[in-house]
């Protein structure tokens, strides 16, 4: 089952976020820098449940918006799945929940960034055969 969540229940996907973010290992810290820093900004969450479980097995962070280069989209800003759940179509599930919802809001794209490295050529594949393409260089400089 995939579906939003709320501010009530963003702590349910703490776990499967943090596959993909380890460094936040404090969930009330997590929770709280959601609901009151990125929530206000436009960031949502969805997430994917197997049946009788009450946590997260998979999550897509995002946020729509709108922009020259691109229009009006949505970014994801996380996509992850619980290392035990991989393999069972969650990342794909939330992925088609995207453009669906992207599609309902007029966007005209849907982006997202990936590392380069070895461990990410799984999604890398996923996005391919949803029809995602690399058009862009994603340059970054650290400030601190």
């Not at 929770?31 to 197997?50: K, S």
């Not at 809001?105 to 996005?127: F, K």
Request: proline share 4%.
């Amino acid at each position: 089952m995939v579906r939003e969540l709320l501010a009530p229940e963003t702590g349910r996907a703490f776990e499967a976020m943090r596959a993909l973010r380890p460094h936040h290992a404090d969930r009330d810290a997590w929770v709280e820098r959601i609901d009151e820093l990125q929530r206000p900004e436009g960031y949502r969450l969805v997430a994917a449940f197997e049946d009788g479980n009450e946590e997260a097995v998979a999550v897509v962070g995002f946020r729509a918006g709108h922009n020259l280069p691109w229009g009006r989209f949505i970014y994801v800003d996380d996509l992850s799945t619980l290392p035990s759940a991989r393999g069972r179509g969650h990342a794909e599930a939330l992925m088609r929940w995207i453009f669906e919802e992207a599609e309902r809001l007029g966007c005209d794209a849907v982006h997202l960034d990936s590392g380069t490295m070895p461990e990410r050529w799984t999604a890398h594949r996923l996005y391919h055969r949803l029809g995602m393409n690399i058009n862009a260089h994603h340059f970054a400089i650290s400030t601190r």
